[in-house]
C-alpha cells in the first residue's frame, strides 16, 4: 500500500473545520485518483464476506428519496446514522420536514431499522441504471483504521454501561475463546463487563474471518469504482461535504446542516484512541489489516502510518470551486 499523505491539516486536539464554509472534497482529484487506482483496485480480491453479500450490496447500501431525487451509499461507521436521520426528514412531506428542529432530528431512533430509511433493493433497483442513475447519487468514507476501531468501540465495549449481546453471540464470543480459550470463555460469561473482547482480540479474530459490514472494507459496500457517484465525500470533512450534498440537492433547511447534527465518532478521541491501539497492535495483526484494507488505501489515499502529523485525513484535499 502507498503510503501518500493527506493534504496539510492541523494535527491539534480536534479534527479541524474547513477555513471556508463552502469547502468540501475536490471532486477533480478524487476522480483523477480513481481513474488512476481503480484497475489496480478491481484486481485485487474481495474478502469472503464480501463475495457472499456482493450481489446485493450497491442495491442494499444505497438508500433513495424520491422527494430530492436523491440515493447515499450509507456505510456503517462512516456517519450512517446521521445521514438515516437526514434521509427520514428528507422523504417527509414538505410541510412536516419545515417544521423540525436539530432537537426533533437528532431524537430520532432506531432509524437503522426504520421503514422511512428506502433502499434500492426494495424496487429492484440500482445507482446505475435508470431512473436511479439520474438522481444525485453522493457516498462518503473514512480512515479504514479509525472505521475499524469505532467498530469494536461501538460492538464490543460497554455503549451506555451495556454489552452489545447480539454483537457477543455472534462473533464476541468466538473472538474471546479464539484467544483465551474455554477458561476465557467461562470467565466472560461469569463477568460480562470484566472480561470484554480487547481491540487485539477483536484484530485475532478478523483474521480468522470473523467480518461484519460494520468493518469490511468499504470499497466492498458501495463499489466506487463500479459506480460513478456524483459526490464523494470523506468522514474527517463530514460538516463541510455534508453540507455541500445538501446544498447540491436543493435542501435549505437549517436543521439538517451538519454542524447542528449529533458530533458522535467525530471527536479527536477516536482518532488519539487509534493511535495508541496501532502502536501496541502486534506487527502480525498491523500487517494484516493494513493488507485487508487495502482497496481503500489505494483508493482514497489514507496512510496507514498512524504517526503521521496527517492521519487519519486522506490524501484527496478540499475546494472552495465547483471540483
Known sequence: VESREGPGVSSSSSLQPPEHADQHTDQVAYNKRRAQQCDDVMNEPVSDYGSQISNIAVS??????????????????????????????????????????????????????SKEVKDLTRVHGSPSRRPYSSYYNAVFFRHP???????????????????????????????????????????????????????????????TGLVDRHWMPQTEICYPCEVRYDFVGFFEYMDSD??????????????????????????????????ELFRTLPSAGLDFLTEFYRKDFLLFGYSPNVTSEHFPFPAIGQTSGLG
Open 60 to 113: 442494499y447500501f444505497n438508500k433513495y428519496v424520491d422527494n430530492f431525487k436523491f440515493t447515499f451509499c450509507t456505510i456503517p461507521k462512516v456517519g450512517s446514522t446521521n445521514w438515516k436521520r437526514t434521509l427520514i426528514v428528507l422523504g417527509m412531506p414538505k410541510d412536516e420536514r419545515e417544521r423540525q428542529t436539530k432537537e426533533s432530528v437528532n431524537a430520532l431512533k432506531n432509524v437503522h431499522n
Open 145 to 207: 483504521f479509525t472505521r475499524v476501531v469505532s467498530a469494536w468501540r461501538n460492538k464490543f465495549q460497554l455503549v451506555d454501561g451495556r454489552v452489545n449481546k447480539s454483537f457477543y453471540k455472534k462473533y464476541g464470543m468466538a473472538m474471546i475463546q479464539l484467544s483465551r480459550g474455554k477458561a476465557g470463555l467461562d470467565a466472560y460469561n461469569a463477568n460480562k463487563e470484566d472480561n470484554l473482547v480487547t481491540f487485539p482480540e477483536f484484530v485475532a479474530g478478523i483474521m
Open 242 to 275: 455534508t453540507n455541500y450534498v445538501l446544498s447540491q440537492i436543493g435542501v435549505t433547511s437549517d436543521s439538517l446542516h451538519a454542524d447542528k447534527l449529533s458530533n458522535a465518532g467525530r471527536t479527536y478521541s477516536t482518532v488519539d484512541l487509534t493511535r
